[in-house]
């Protein structure tokens, strides 16, 4: 069974910053697109940046110019630095790596 690793959430004040990582199998890591994704609850999962193997990019409107997704593939884990956080933010994150999910990372932004 494919499992995903994912850790860095936590408690911010708007303005600050985080980092979640995603850790990955190396068999699939490879492969295609990765991407993280944000859930809030009541409404539907969103994608917030994917990053391909080639390290093409792309990213939400609303987080563009303040996330940055990464990928280092000498340790098959993926990052997403998320700078100038807003309480909008606060949302479960997920990691996608091929057809494979993360279990999830509570990001909580206060006001």
């Known amino acids: 069974q494919v499992q995903l690793v994912e850790s860095g959430g936590g408690l911010v004040q708007a303005g600050g910053s985080l980092t979640l990582s995603c850790a990955a199998p190396?068999?699939?890591?490879?492969?295609?697109?990765m991407a993280w994704y944000r859930q809030v609850p009541g409404k539907q999962r969103e994608l917030v940046a994917s990053i391909t193997s080639g390290g093409t990019t792309n990213y939400a409107d609303s987080v563009k110019d303040r996330f940055t997704v990464s990928r280092d593939n000498a340790k098959n884990t993926m990052y997403l630095q998320m700078n100038r956080l807003k309480p909008e933010d606060t949302a479960v994150y997920y990691c996608?790596?091929?057809?494979?999910w993360g279990q999830g990372t509570q990001v909580t932004v206060s006001s």
């Open positions: 996608k790596v091929w057809l494979y």
């Open positions: 190396g068999t699939i890591f490879s492969i295609g697109a």
